[in-house]
């Protein structure tokens, strides 16, 4: 096992080269983007064009500088003690498929050490975080108030994730629609309207707690990020689960997300691609 230092290091070398591959990214979008507009067949000599002069003016300006959001996730983590929650090969794992699909839509349970790397791995997208503790949430604000977030309140507990699985079973939880108005116990109705509403492209389950009996489970939020895939109107979303070594985190994972949606394990980390299952009514909860 290597010493904690050394993994501290090693993470943060990996942050600062994903950064920095997303600066370059954000460069060379910039720079087609203003070859694609010189070359327009529009434009002809002589000829002014005041949206393009003005697009010039301000790319010229911001264009080739690195975006507010990365700058202060990039000296927050270089400089910070406290690492995010997951290891090196875990956010890995993550952050590719954010390179692949930013600016995108990324819901994420859970507001912690790790919530401002999320939010800037996806620039120019939306990034939304749903946490339990809303002292936290005040603390995190008053920080980084950049970050979009919103209390949430879970009512059921680790204790009772038996209880939940067979409930699980039933017929109203395989059926596909919106959780607002699913009959499933499952299903979490308390969120604010937009998070039912926007199609997510990304959803990652790092919350609540459940570390211990007493503590809320996951049963709720590994449930209603599968249903918001399937409910979607179409396309696939990726869905990952932290902690997926105990019990609530790896049972639900594989009865909810499904096994056969599993695209990889690293770690205490899954990834599922879910589809929507709004294209085929017929489609089974889980593939065969």
């Given amino acids: 096992m290597r010493p904690k230092s050394q993994q501290i290091t090693n993470l943060k070398m990996l942050l600062f080269g994903v950064f920095l591959a997303f600066f370059v990214l954000f460069m060379l979008r910039s720079s087609v983007s203003s070859s694609q507009e010189s070359s327009s067949p529009t434009s002809q000599p002589g000829i002014l064009n005041p949206m393009k002069e003005a697009r010039e003016t301000n790319c010229s300006l911001a264009c080739t500088k690195i975006p507010r959001s990365l700058t202060q996730a990039l000296i927050h983590y270089t400089t910070s003690t406290i690492t995010p929650q997951q290891t090196l090969e875990e956010i890995s794992v993550s952050a590719k498929i954010l390179e692949e699909k930013t600016p995108c839509n990324f ?17 120019g997208g ?40 067979e409930v699980g079973k039933g017929p109203e939880c395989a059926a596909v629609n919106d959780p607002r108005f699913s009959m499933c116990q499952l299903a979490m109705k308390g969120l604010p309207n937009e998070v039912y509403e926007i199609e997510w492209d990304l959803i990652m389950v790092d919350a609540p707690t459940g570390y211990h009996e007493e503590a809320p489970g996951r049963m709720t939020a590994i449930y209603t990020a599968g249903m918001m895939a399937r409910n979607k109107n179409d396309g696939e979303t990726d869905v990952f689960v932290h902690d997926v070594d105990r019990e609530v985190e790896d049972k639900f994972s594989k009865s909810f997300l499904c096994e056969g949606y599993m695209k990889k394990q690293v770690g205490k980390l899954r990834h599922f691609t879910i589809p929507s299952h709004r294209d085929d009514m017929d489609r089974p909860f889980c593939p065969e």
């Fill in 126 to 165: 939306r990034t939304v975080f749903l946490e339990e503790d809303e002292a936290w949430i005040v603390q995190i604000k008053r920080r980084f108030p950049m970050l979009e977030s919103h209390h949430v309140t879970y009512y059921s507990k680790v204790k009772e994730s038996a209880t939940l699985m």
């Fill in 107 to 123: 819901l994420v349970f859970g507001l912690g050490h790790d919530s401002l790397l999320w939010s800037a791995l996806n620039h």
